[in-house]
């Protein structure tokens, strides 16, 4: 299964919460994924529609222990190949006080578009409408590639009440369009975890720390090597150029030429080609700095320079 699969499976057998959480989860279902039908003598039937066969089960359970309402499930089979089962659980709400106190109508009857805040006063209540937001429309990115969450609705209204409603937890939600749906959605690895720990599923939690920590640390020894590999190849860049000025000194003037200080350090390099400038300078006696080393060889390199120009003069 994907991670978001995993991490809804997980949502979705969370149970023994408060009453005020459990409607606050069922009212999130409800509007993400449901419809209102209106029969001709006024009676109202909530059609909510889910491919998950765990968020179905608790759709249906959520509305038998918190409406008290006749409910009934009905799984249609999908005829085409790789495609799953898709899940209906019909409500069946009495009058407009079931459809309020889910958040579905105002006061007065008029479809409310945004969170009801009686829904969302406690903050246990809003801990449980983002699970059940999640649940019905959310979708998490394996922790292995780029880290990404999301919640996808509908609503403009509601896509910008979930956006506000999840920043109350200072987590840098923001909301874009995308084929005229509206995305909610979360990029940051550090508040992707804040936020699955806010909803409930912390197994997951704990599954994604540890891949963000092994890719953390991965991605670390990576540029740790590349840094080194980068760094060995301008020590041996260095050493090749200083051969050949020092070849270049032998073959013309002849090293017996160099001071001793520049002829000590011009063989030590021709007997240990790859040893760098802080090696080089351990092996000088008496020892020698690696700036001390460096400018020696500054010196070395100047005077190949002049013998390829012909320009050679003394050396100080």
């Known amino acids: 299964m994907s991670f978001s699969a995993v991490t809804k499976e997980e949502l979705a057998r969370l149970s023994g919460q408060k009453p005020c959480c459990e409607l606050a989860e069922l009212a999130a279902l409800v509007r993400m994924d449901g419809t209102l039908q209106i029969s001709g003598n006024q009676q109202y039937a909530l059609n909510v529609i889910t491919e998950s ?38 409500i069946y709400p009495r009058g407009l006080e079931d459809l309020q106190n889910l958040g ?19 903050r246990c209540d809003q801990k449980a409408y983002l699970r059940g937001a999640f649940l019905a429309g959310g979708s998490i990115n394996n922790p292995e590639g780029t880290y990404h969450l999301e919640i996808v609705s509908n609503d403009e209204q509601h896509a910008k ?6 920043n109350r937890f200072k987590l840098g939600a923001k909301v874009s369009m995308r084929k005229h749906l509206y995305v909610v959605y ?46 060995l190849d301008k020590i041996v860049d260095a050493a090749v150029r200083q ?55 500054r010196k070395i390199d100047e005077l190949a320079e002049r013998i390829r120009n012909q320009k050679v003069g003394n050396l100080e």
């Open 53 to 90: 066969a765990p968020v179905a089960r608790k759709i249906f359970r959520l509305a038998k222990d918190v409406l008290k309402r006749p409910v009934d499930i009905v799984v249609r089979r999908k005829l085409r190949l790789r495609k799953n089962n898709s899940y209906l659980v019909k």
């Open 104 to 122: 579905l109508v105002d006061e007065e009857g008029q479809i409310y578009n945004g969170i009801l805040p009686n829904l969302i006063k406690k």
């Open 161 to 166: 009440a979930l956006c506000q409603l999840i």
């Open 186 to 231: 979360i990029k940051e690895s550090e508040h992707i975890v804040e936020f699955i720990g806010l909803i409930g599923a912390h197994h997951a939690l704990l599954e994604f720390e540890n891949v963000r920590v092994l890719k953390d640390v991965r991605n670390q020894v990576n540029r740790l090597v590349n840094c080194e590999t980068a760094n």
């Open 243 to 297: 051969l050949e000025n020092i070849q270049l000194i032998a073959e013309t003037i002849g090293l017996q030429s160099l001071p001793p200080t520049l002829r000590d350090l011009a063989e030590l390099r021709i007997e240990y080609s790859e040893a760098s400038l802080k090696e080089l300078g351990e092996m000088l006696r008496p020892k020698v700095g690696k700036s001390g080393v460096n400018h020696r060889m």
